[in-house]
């Protein structure tokens, strides 16, 4: 007998973050500060930046976030990205990068940096690798109270925004 039944595909959300995706932005993250990938944020901090963040729901579930980091008028960095093993190599990675340099192109920034142990997926979006130190701002202002900051093996990757 022929099953005529169709599969509904669930759809997915890109979407500016909201109070109640804390908690699954916490959770997200928890899996990669753990093994030193991406830095720790607690909850409190993730409540308070929570406007920089943009998410993917699908399926009902938060899956994926990024946070848009403004350092100068120029300036911006991708933080926190993450999206859960489940649904990696999905698109969503990209999605969210695609989402945040609109937002940046919005705004008026003209780069867009990010520090990364893979810079392959950057590469595969247009970002170039730099040396970390053509970013001062970030270097002296956020990198300096890291616990990484004299080993720090992070590669640095930037993009132009148009
Ligand atoms: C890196 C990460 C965000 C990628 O997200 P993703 O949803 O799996 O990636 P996508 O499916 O959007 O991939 C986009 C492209 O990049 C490629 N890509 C993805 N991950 C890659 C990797 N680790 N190395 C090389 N290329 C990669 C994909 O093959 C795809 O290429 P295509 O368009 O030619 O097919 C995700 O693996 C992740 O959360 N990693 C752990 C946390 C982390 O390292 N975050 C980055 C901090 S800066």
Same mark, same amino acid.
């Given at each position: 007998? %022929? =099953?005529?039944?169709? *599969?509904? *595909? #669930?759809? =997915? %959300? ?22 030193? @990938?991406?830095? #720790?944020?607690? $909850? ?8 920089? /963040? ?7 579930? &938060? ?28 698109? /969503? ?25 893979? #810079? ?6 247009? /970002?170039? &690798?730099?040396? $970390?130190?053509? /970013? #001062?701002? $970030?270097?002296?202002? @956020?990198?300096?109270?890291? =616990? $990484? ?14």
């Amino acid at each position: 007998m %022929i =099953h005529l039944a169709r *599969q509904i *595909q #669930p759809e =997915h %959300i890109v979407r500016d973050a909201t109070i109640a995706d804390v908690d699954s932005i916490f959770a997200l993250m928890r899996t990669y500060t753990a093994t030193g @990938v991406l830095l #720790p944020r607690s $909850k409190a901090d993730i409540c308070d930046n929570v406007l920089k /963040f943009s998410v993917i729901e699908y399926d009902g579930e &938060t899956v994926a976030c990024a946070a848009l980091e403004i350092f100068t008028s120029e300036l911006c960095e991708i933080r926190s990205l993450v999206v859960d093993e489940r649904s990696s190599r999905s698109g /969503f990675g990209r999605m969210l990068v695609e989402e945040l340099i609109c937002k940046a192109n919005v705004l008026g920034l003209k780069r867009i940096m990010a520090l990364t142990y893979v #810079p392959e997926f950057f590469h595969n979006l247009g /970002f170039t &690798t730099v040396r $970390k130190e053509i /970013f #001062p701002e $970030k270097v002296w202002g @956020v990198c300096v109270k890291c =616990h $990484k900051f004299n080993d720090c093996d992070e590669i640095a990757v930037v993009k132009n925004i148009s």
